[in-house]
Every structure is written in C-alpha cells, then in structure tokens.
C-alpha cells in the first residue's frame, strides 16, 4: 500500500506529479491512499517515494483530461483523488465515453465546481472598513468547494483598484492593490455585518423590485437561500416574494378604482405590465407580447394557444390565417367576432428559425404556466360566463391540467376560477388537413361547436 500526502485540498500539481509517476510504474488503483496535510489517511499505508517508471513506457492523456482533473481536484468529495487516479491509470481516453460511469461520476463532480466558482463571483459582497490605509473591503463566502485560491485571479482583476479581503472558512485572500496574500481560515464574526451604503442599496433594490418578473423556481435555483445571509439585499427577498402577488392584483384592482369601476384602466395597465413579462424564455426570440382585445365586458372568451409569426409581428391575437378561419366559423355560427374577448394561452411567439421563416413550436408546460397569471387576471378583469378553449394547450390553460380535446370536447365545463368552460379544435387544425373532404367536414364540426358555445349563454 503506497501513502501520498497532498500540500492541500486543491493541490493539482501534487496530485498530477504523484499521479504520472505511480502510473507509469504500473501501480493500481487500489494500492494507493490519498491524503491532504500531515493528518488522515491510512494508518497502515506507508508513505514511499515515487517508485520508478517502467522502461520503455511513456504516458499520454487527452488535454480534456487534464482539464477535467484541475476542476475535480478542487471539489469537496474525498475520494475525488482516487476517482481521478482510476481514470488515468486504467484508460485516461475513457474520458471521450459520456456514458462512462466513472466519467459520468467526474463530469457532475466538475460541474458543482463550477457552479460553485460561479456563485463564489455572484454573491460575494464587501462591507467597507477604514483602516490606517484609508477604506478596506471585506466580505465573507462560504463556499461548498474547495474553489478559493482558484477564484482569486478574477477578484484581482476585477477589483484591481481597491484594497480587499475574502474571508472562508478554510483561507482568506488579501489584496493591498499590488500583492495577493493568503491568510488562514475566518469565522463569519471577522467580517462586519453592514456598511452605510447599504441602507441605499436596499431602497434602490425594492424600487427596481418587479412583481411580474418575479419566478421564485429560478430565482431559488440560482440564489440558494444558504447565500442570503451574506447579501445585503436578499434580507428584503422574503417580504418581496411574499407581497409579490398582492402587489400585482393591488395593481390591477388600483387601476380598477381609478377610472369609477371602469376596467378599461385596469386592463391597460395589465397589458402594459404583460409587454415587460420575462417569466419565461419565449420573450427573448419573439417581437413582442401579445395580450387579448375585445370588449371588456364580453360574455364569452376565446382563448387561443400562442401568436404566430403575423400575430407577432402586428402585436393583436388572430389576425393571420387561423384568424380569418376562426373569423368565418364565427360568421357561420352567427357570433358577431366583435363581441367577444380573444386572448391567448401563452403570449410571446414560440417558433424554430428555419432560413428565413419562423416555424410554429408547441408551447410545454412551463411556458404555460408561466402565462397563467397573466390569463387568470384578463379572466378577473372580463369576468365572462363562458370561457372557450381552441385546442390542446389552451384547454390545459383553462382546466390548469393536462387535457385531450377528443375527452373534453363538446362539454360544459366548471372551471377552476369559476364560471364555465367549453372546448374545440384550434382553427390552424383546420388548416393542416390534407384531405379536401376531411377538412370540409371538420370545419363544420368546428362551426358546430362554436354554435353550441355560444347557445349556452341563450
């Protein structure tokens, strides 16, 4: 059994130097203990030099591997130094098979590094202090990695002008400017706990504070609370995330008072927060929101699946071609368009750039719900008795479930908000019908339905 002591938990160049020469001698895997510092390890493992590497034998690794290795030694799993180890000394190439276990195991193992390396940048925050140097900047980190000393370029760099301190649990950097300095482990109490300038931070972060931004899933996802605690800012997070909701309806029942009991204000002022909506990805590819229109006081509700690539472009629901079919079966059934309300069930454009065009992509279910709220207030503000979906995704968005239009179709539906429900075909099914007779018969049917809608409202 053979003993390798590292100089610390992220010596790389200890590790890959013990690493080639126990390797080229042929030494397995399993003869091998790892350990950092002077304590731990096997007791029964002697330390030894670095034996002699077998003549004739030259070893090779892939840079991947290498660069694999620099980012797996600095993770927090002790066994990281053997898992390594096995890698290179059986088949150091292995590292090409994704579906390798072992590879696999070390891949996850560099990606919480660099996630950690990430937050490390993201969340650290200094406090000033003056010292007899004039301010001194110190923050403190937590970091779940042993990631530190391999963070401490970037801080250099982007800190260059001012004088710093990082303090961890395991070593603190300094920097007077001019040279980084190492320190020993802290403890959260070395760090101040405010700074004046904080009390301003604070204010101006809950002004900039936009409820309908807000998506608590992500934002916990990529701010774990166990950062909070060091972040000014995040001791507002709770009250904020909790009056989220309340500030969005205050919004639209404000507006509401505003204008007599008018909804029009109300309404305005709901598309003009939904033109800012960034709950989901949709909003980065597409031109703009587009928000539902129609009187206010409709009886019934068309709510569609999402914009196409004309309904984007103009910003007004059903005005290219499932529009003018969705126009005629109103004529046919003898639903004047102008009297109902059309929304969608999701509101940017979702689509696949091919060449010059923009195909139709079928929203998923975190897009849809994403929208939501922005359906359930236009439901809130119309208050209609009768809300029809056209297709699968928008009777998803008005039951708040998964649905098929063959089970639902045709029937009176008690919706979740309350009011009543109906569902049919989206008319761009209508236009995708190769068969002639086909489509002839189910555009009647689609005008049949529309007809059964609107007799339940007499």
Avoid at 123 to 146: Q, T
Avoid at 185 to 201: F, I, L
Avoid at 214 to 240: C, D, S
Avoid at 247 to 258: F, K, W
């Amino acid at each position: 059994m053979r003993a390798v002591t590292l100089a610390a938990e992220d010596d790389f160049e200890g590790w890959r130097d013990a690493a080639r020469a126990l390797a080229q001698a042929h030494v397995a895997p399993p003869e091998v203990v790892w350990r950092v510092g002077e304590g731990g390890g096997d007791l029964f493992a002697a330390e030894a030099a670095p034996p002699p590497a077998t003549a004739g034998f030259t070893l090779r690794v892939p840079k991947a591997f290498v660069e694999l290795a620099q980012t797996v030694i600095l993770h927090a799993d002790p066994q990281r130094f053997s898992l390594l180890y096995t890698l290179l000394a059986t088949d150091p190439h292995r590292i090409e098979d994704r579906a390798d276990p072992l590879v696999r195991r070390l891949e996850l193992m560099a990606k919480a590094v660099r996630r950690d390396i990430h937050k490390m940048r993201a969340f650290v925050r200094f406090r000033e202090l003056v010292d007899e140097a004039g301010p001194r900047f110190i923050a403190w980190f937590e970091p779940e990695h042993h990631i530190v000393r391999a963070n401490a370029r970037f801080f250099v760099e982007r800190f260059a002008a001012m004088r710093w301190s990082i303090l961890t649990p395991e070593v603190s950097l300094h920097w007077d400017g001019n040279t980084l300095s190492e320190g020993p482990a802290a403890a959260r109490g070395d760090a101040p706990a405010d700074d004046p300038v904080e009390a301003v931070w604070k204010t101006y972060y809950a002004s900039i504070f936009n409820p309908a931004r807000l998506k608590t899933g992500a934002m916990l996802k990529e701010m774990p609370r166990k950062y909070w605690k060091n972040m000014p800012e995040t001791a507002l997070v709770k009250e904020l995330v909790a009056g989220a909701r309340a500030r969005e309806t205050a919004m639209v029942e404000t507006a509401r008072s505003a204008v007599g009991g008018n909804v029009e204000g109300a309404w305005e002022a709901l598309r003009d927060e939904a033109a800012a909506c960034t709950r989901c990805p949709l909003y980065k590819p597409a031109t703009q929101t587009v928000f539902g229109e129609g009187p206010l006081d409709a009886d019934m509700m068309l709510v569609g699946e999402q914009p196409g690539d004309q309904e984007d472009l103009a910003g007004r629901a059903f005005v290219g071609p499932a529009g003018q079919m969705l126009d005629r079966a109103l004529g046919e059934a003898g639903i004047d368009r102008a009297r109902v309300y059309v929304t969608n069930a999701v509101k940017h454009f979702k689509f696949e750039p091919r060449g010059k065009r923009r195909i139709h992509a079928k929203p998923d279910a975190g897009e849809i719900t994403a929208c939501r709220w922005w359906y359930e207030q236009e439901l809130s503000l119309v208050r209609p008795k009768l809300v029809v979906a056209l297709g699968a995704t928008a009777a998803r968005q008005i039951t708040g479930k998964a649905a098929t239009i063959s089970r639902l179709r045709g029937q009176k539906l008690a919706l979740p908000e309350g009011g009543s429900g109906w569902v049919t075909v989206h008319p761009s099914y209508l236009l995708r019908l190769p068969d002639a007779d086909a489509a002839a018969q189910a555009y009647q049917d689609f005008v049949a339905d529309l007809r059964g809608a609107w007799a339940l409202l007499g």
